[in-house]
């Protein structure tokens, strides 16, 4: 007989809370107003969240854009049923042009070969097409620099079939209040975006959850947020101490098992390489959760997860499949009982933040890690 779904479950556990998405989204549109359109960044899974049903959840609370990085993750939004605007961020390969107009969805361009592409496949299909124009103005990253573009909207106007819908950029520094570059490099976005012709009919846009939380002047006509729409600020725990009104809502859990409870002496070397040997009589609590599952190997001798509401070390490497923490202080411990990787247990709570700087990394990787590595389901 086949197993029945129930089952065959993992150990390890990813829960979204669909109300913690719901409440983020509406709390930040709030904050920027009912006239200034947000982008879900949905890419990445959505951040780990998963993006067909992220994407659903933030189109019932009011959504109706969405930003993608390749054209694979838009195409795939679409035939989930999921409506708006699909903005695919990172462009596409030649040959791919025609999806935009079998998907309905928006190119952010940032090369004269789009251009011609995009034209030619709107031609073939009697129809327009819009696109977003992407900027550099201080990222370092993808985008045409600011004095190429005259240029570049000249050729734009050469080719029928494509027009210019709006004009974006990307902030590098956002994420700290007291940097200067943020502002500076505003200053700069805006001389870009009175460059284009017919501007009341651009749609601008540049901030990202960082802009929107600490330089609201910057939100222009869109915004584009991720990492605030799943409950976590861009520059870690020290978001919560700038943000006074209500706070975001982290939506992401990890749980797994204990598998094996046992006993071992004075001096024993614990996991591989023997890099931590206990130093008494340790009980130890065994769990099916390592590297393999995006608990990285950098979180031996580190980490700390909740068991039965305390908190419990990581000691000795984390494996692929394993990894051992000492419950030597918690009383009645057994094979079964539930492990917090990342949430909350009795009074207790293990944040992405926190375990982010055990990684020596950001929260974002750390979401994108637990949440594309395991088991998710949706509460």
């Not at 070397?269 to 390592?290: D, K, M, N």
């Not at 094979?335 to 944040?351: H, K, M, P, R, Y």
Request: proline fraction near 3%; hydrophobic fraction near 40%.
């Amino acid at each position: 007989m086949i197993p029945s779904p129930s089952s065959t479950r993992s150990f390890n556990q990813v829960s979204i809370d669909s109300s913690a998405l719901q409440a983020n989204f509406w709390m930040l549109q709030q904050k920027v107003g009912k006239d200034i359109r947000i982008m879900a960044m949905v890419k990445a899974d959505a951040y780990g969240h998963g993006m067909i049903e992220t994407a659903r959840i933030f189109a019932g609370a009011g959504c109706d854009s969405f930003g993608v990085a390749e054209i694979e993750e838009g195409i795939t939004l679409r035939c989930a049923g999921i409506q708006g605007q699909i903005f695919v961020l990172l462009g596409f390969q030649v040959s791919q042009e025609q999806l935009f107009f079998d998907y309905d969805l928006t190119p952010v361009i940032f090369d004269y070969q789009a251009i011609e592409l995009l034209s030619q496949a709107a031609v073939r299909n009697g129809k327009e097409i819009t696109v977003h124009l992407k900027v550099d103005c201080g990222m370092g990253r993808l985008g045409i620099n600011p004095s190429e573009l005259p240029d570049f909207l000249a050729h734009l106007e050469r080719f029928p079939g494509i027009s210019l819908a709006g004009i974006m950029s990307h902030f590098p520094m956002a994420d700290d209040p007291t940097s200067r570059q943020t502002l500076e490099m505003f200053q700069k976005y805006k001389q870009v975006c009175g460059q284009a012709t017919h501007r009341s009919l651009i749609l601008c846009h540049i901030a990202n959850s960082g802009g929107v939380l600490y330089y609201p002047e910057t939100c222009c006509d869109m915004v584009r947020l991720g990492i605030s729409l799943y409950g976590y600020y861009p520059d870690g725990t020290k978001g919560k101490q700038h943000d006074s009104a209500e706070k975001l809502v982290p939506a992401m859990s990890f749980t797994t098992q204990v598998i094996q409870v046992k006993s071992v002496p004075a001096g024993t070397g614990i996991s591989y390489g023997h890099t931590f040997i206990t130093g008494q009589e340790t009980r130890i609590a065994v769990l099916p959760v390592g590297y393999a599952d995006g608990f990285l190997r950098t979180l031996s001798n580190k980490a700390q997860v909740l068991i039965k509401g305390q908190r419990a070390r990581i000691i000795g490497r984390v494996c692929m499949n394993l990894c051992m923490a000492d419950i030597s202080g918690i009383e009645g411990v057994k094979a079964g009982d539930q492990v917090v990787i990342l949430g909350s247990q009795g009074a207790e709570t293990v944040t992405a933040d926190e375990i982010a700087a055990w990684m020596g990394t950001i929260s974002y990787e750390v979401l994108c890690l637990f949440g594309n590595n395991n088991e998710r389901n949706s509460i």
